[in-house]
């Protein structure tokens, strides 16, 4: 082999989710190795759009603007399948011409009642049309005929796949399965191995649920006298209670955690170590693209299933975030999100701030939304509630007293400040925290005294801590 070419080949009928970009990132990977020995190695994307039912622009939209996102950069354009469909159907009439397939005029009625018939005798005989291909008369009708291949009557099919072993079925296992359909256009079996074998694909990877149609898949290189590409099958995610992934578990559009703000090297480090995991420091998880083009071995994808889980994603999440030496992607976020973007417009050192204090603790850039509103909140509304009652007002007084008294507002200082009343006060720290926290930003829980302070500047958290002492 002078190349690896390899393919991501989706269909557009649904968003790009978790599992699409698992199989595309690893296409990517595996070529990025190639070329380093290999520089012909080309990583090619094709839309398969010939379910023109299902395919809709706007998925097609999403799958192009999700590996965009990501940085999983395919060579050349996309392909579009459905513009390859005069080539599907001129292998379909070679076929017919050296008798690897034939042509059955079966109506979907007699179809259905063999269907029933072997149910009901339990016969597992998986060639549904037995006489079409052995009448000369049917074998020359011109229309209104599909397209079937012939598959050997004895025999096994084995294949090996990278991940799954070696596999093998017996041709009497294998239906003769449609190639062109009545009206003549291809069925997906079809055009999958054309297209494959005329971009030169000779290393498939995908998913596993694709498992059983390299049995007949490669029937149709055999017939072409086509060579057989490489296999490696990956094992789907799951959710963390064991099922498919649903939309429940994150099987959503790869551009919503995106628009959430999650970052790309947590959604690629999370999906890396789903099956695999790198051979350094087993503790340390973090591992960005170019680490894993290095070190990845396809050969060590684990066989079983992998579980996709939210907590883990944010773990990684937040572990990007909190390490980001500078605001950038952060920015980059605010532009495409309207509610963090006013704020920043109206005040941005504050909004640094809050990022500042909050990101040790925050899993997808979209928290914000919520935390910064009550730093931003003009007349911030007091929830005086029962806890309220219990402050004791004559201490909030002296403290806010002798706050005021302070001129150096940094962080470091104003820990400073509220450590000594405590020591001089002698009381608990959450006989304070608690009632300023609840007057500062409606809350009882959140950051330091200090760090709120700090976010909020002298004025706005005097005149909160005023207005407060005001009202009762
Ligand atoms: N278009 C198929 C799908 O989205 C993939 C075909 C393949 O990878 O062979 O499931």
């Given at each position: 082999?002078n190349?690896?070419v390899t ?9 790009l989710h978790?599992?699409?970009i698992r199989t595309?990132?690893?296409?990517y990977?595996?070529?990025?190795q190639?070329k380093?020995?290999l520089?012909n190695s080309?990583?090619?994307l094709r839309?398969?759009d010939?379910?023109?039912?299902r395919s ?18 395919y060579?050349a354009k996309?392909q579009?399948?459905?513009s ?6 001129q292998?379909a ?10 042509k059955?005029?079966c109506?979907n009625?007699?179809l ?10 339990k016969?597992?005989n998986?060639k ?8 000369d008369?049917i074998?020359?009708t011109q229309n209104?005929?599909?397209v079937r291949?012939?598959?050997p009557?004895d025999?096994?099919?084995e ?12 041709n ?19 055009s999958v ?5 005329d971009?030169?694909?000779?290393f498939?990877?995908?998913g596993d ?6 049995f007949?898949q490669?029937l149709?290189y055999?017939?072409?006298?086509w060579?057989?590409?490489k296999?490696a099958h990956?094992?789907?995610i799951?959710?963390n209670d064991?099922k498919?992934l649903?939309?429940?578990h ?5 551009n919503?955690?995106r628009?959430?703000?999650y970052?790309?090297e947590s959604?690629?480090?999370n ?6 995991s790198p051979?350094?420091?087993?503790k340390?998880?973090f591992i960005?693209i170019?680490e894993?083009i ?6 060590k994808?684990?066989k079983?299933?992998?579980i996709?889980?939210?907590e883990?994603l944010?773990?990684?999440?937040n572990?990007?975030i909190?390490?980001m ?6 920015f980059e976020?605010c532009e ?5 973007d006013?704020f920043?417009k109206?005040?941005?050192d504050?909004f640094?701030?809050i990022?500042?204090?909050y990101?040790?603790?925050l ?5 914000l ?5 009550i730093y ?5 509304e007091l929830?005086l509630?029962n806890e ?5 007002h ?11 008294a302070t001129?150096n507002?940094y ?6 400040e ?5 020591l001089?006060k002698k ?8 009632p300023i926290?609840?007057i ?22 005097m005149e909160?801590i ?5 009202k009762?």
């Amino acid at each position: 082999m002078n190349s690896i070419v390899t393919r991501f080949a989706p269909s557009p009928t649904g968003n790009l989710h978790l599992g699409g970009i698992r199989t595309a990132l690893l296409n990517y990977i595996i070529v990025q190795q190639a070329k380093k020995k290999l520089p012909n190695s080309k990583f090619y994307l094709r839309i398969e759009d010939t379910d023109k039912e299902r395919s809709k622009e706007e998925y097609t939209k999403d799958i192009l603007e999700g590996l965009n996102w990501l940085n999983i950069n395919y060579d050349a354009k996309p392909q579009i399948q459905s513009s390859n469909i005069k080539r599907h159907q001129q292998i379909a009439k070679k076929l017919l011409e050296n008798k690897k397939a034939f042509k059955c005029i079966c109506s979907n009625e007699i179809l259905d009642k063999k269907r029933e018939l072997n149910k009901k005798n339990k016969i597992s005989n998986k060639k549904l049309c037995e006489t079409c291909e052995n009448d000369d008369k049917i074998q020359s009708t011109q229309n209104n005929y599909t397209v079937r291949i012939k598959v050997p009557k004895d025999g096994e099919n084995e294949f090996y796949d990278i991940i799954q072993g070696k596999i093998s079925v017996n041709n009497k296992e294998i239906d003769n399965f449609i190639l062109l359909r009545k009206d003549g256009t291809p069925t997906y079996m079809l055009s999958v191995v054309v297209d494959d074998f005329d971009m030169g694909i000779n290393f498939i990877i995908r998913g596993d649920d694709h498992l059983n149609n390299v049995f007949r898949q490669n029937l149709i290189y055999k017939a072409m006298e086509w060579e057989i590409p490489k296999y490696a099958h990956i094992p789907l995610i799951h959710g963390n209670d064991g099922k498919k992934l649903s939309k429940r578990h994150g099987a959503i559009s790869i551009n919503n955690f995106r628009n959430n703000g999650y970052l790309k090297e947590s959604i690629i480090n999370n999906l890396i170590l789903l099956g695999w995991s790198p051979n350094k420091n087993e503790k340390d998880e973090f591992i960005k693209i170019d680490e894993i083009i290095k070190s990845f071995d396809i050969n060590k994808l684990s066989k079983s299933s992998s579980i996709f889980s939210y907590e883990k994603l944010n773990f990684f999440n937040n572990h990007y975030i909190k390490t980001m030496n500078d605001a950038k992607y952060l920015f980059e976020y605010c532009e495409n999100n309207k509610n963090l973007d006013i704020f920043i417009k109206n005040d941005k050192d504050k909004f640094i701030k809050i990022f500042e204090v909050y990101k040790k603790n925050l899993n997808y850039y979209k928290e914000l939304e919520n935390i910064a509103k009550i730093y931003f909140a003009n007349n911030n509304e007091l929830n005086l509630n029962n806890e309220f009652k219990k402050f004791d007002h004559e201490l909030i007084r002296e403290f806010i007293n002798f706050l005021d008294a302070t001129t150096n507002w940094y962080i470091d200082n104003l820990k400073k400040e509220i450590d000594n009343f405590i020591l001089i006060k002698k009381i608990k720290f959450s006989s304070l925290g608690i009632p300023i926290r609840n007057i500062l930003i409606n809350s009882s829980k959140g950051p330091g005294l200090h760090e709120i302070f700090y976010i909020l500047g002298k004025k706005t958290s005097m005149e909160r801590i005023k207005n407060y002492i005001n009202k009762i």
